[in-house]
């Protein structure tokens, strides 16, 4: 588990997570989730950094049958 990130939670365990890139330019990221078809799953956004640098930028969340791009 990582200080800042996003992550994708099933059955109470971070099964994806999605981290920056030291940059406050916004990037596309994606995960394929066809294992986890007809789960219950939950976002968590984690910004625990206490730091001069280092903070979660989240602009949008889609879901759709195709990777992000």
């Known amino acids: 588990n990582t200080e800042t990130s ?3 939670i099933v059955g109470g365990q971070v099964v994806r997570t999605a981290t920056g890139q030291d940059s406050e330019h916004l990037t596309w990221d994606s995960w394929d989730v066809t294992d986890l078809a007809g789960q219950t ?3 968590q956004i984690v910004d625990n950094n206490t730091a ?9 969340v889609s ?7």
């Open 6 to 8: 996003i992550d994708l």
């Open 41 to 43: 799953a939950h976002l």
């Open 52 to 60: 001069s640098w280092g903070h979660v930028d989240v602009d949008q």
């Open 63 to 69: 879901f759709d049958n195709l990777p992000a791009s």
